[in-house]
């Protein structure tokens, strides 16, 4: 009912903020990119994104920034060229395509890394896996097919000379229904 009046003086504006709350003054230096607004600590531009252990996420998952599974995932998980690391907490039941992909939890399905597949000792995969490299720790449990080394080209050498093939055969006037054949 009754306040105390505060004296204005002409010219001075008003602070948006009361007086005794503190303004958070960002670490990094200006040119740098800022961090997520409510943010305690900067972030990289090179952080990973993370599914957390209390998410659960079915779905079909695409992106280029490297991910980190720790929670569960069902559908399918699409990263490109980067990374893919499924944590010590983490179920995976989907496809996973990526440059890299590291497995810490388990994981179920189709498994294509690029360049490279790691399993560590407390990883469990079970499907497919097709990689260039692959690195296996001891205690680490792996069931199912396996693709390994550099013959991952092979298909379309092979198909590149079949088109030749079919090419060729069609200039000559015969139909030979061999040279239709898939390549596997």
Do not use: Y
């Not at 693709?147 to 006037?173: F, L, Q, V, Y």
């Amino acid at each position: 009912m009754w306040r105390k009046e505060e004296t204005k003086f002409p010219g001075v504006a008003e602070p948006a903020m009361p007086p005794n709350t503190a303004i958070p003054q960002p670490s990094t230096p200006s040119n740098a990119p800022a961090a997520a607004v409510g943010s305690a600590l900067p972030v990289s531009p090179r952080a990973a994104a993370c599914i957390t252990q209390g998410i659960r996420i079915k779905g079909e998952i695409t992106g280029k920034e490297d991910l980190f599974v720790d929670g569960t995932l069902e559908g399918k998980l699409d990263l490109g060229n980067a990374s893919c690391t499924v944590g010590p907490n983490g179920k995976v039941k989907a496809d996973i395509s990526a440059r890299e992909v590291v497995v810490r939890g388990h994981v179920e399905g189709k498994v294509d890394g690029i360049e490279r597949v790691q399993l560590w000792n407390t990883g469990r995969l079970s499907g497919e896996v097709r990689t260039e490299r692959l690195a296996i720790e001891d205690g680490a449990v792996l069931r199912g097919k396996v693709e390994a080394g550099k013959p991952r080209g092979r298909g379309t050498d092979n198909s590149t000379n079949n088109t030749a093939a079919k090419t060729e055969k069609s200039k000559s006037g015969t139909a030979d229904t061999t040279s239709r054949a898939a390549v596997i």
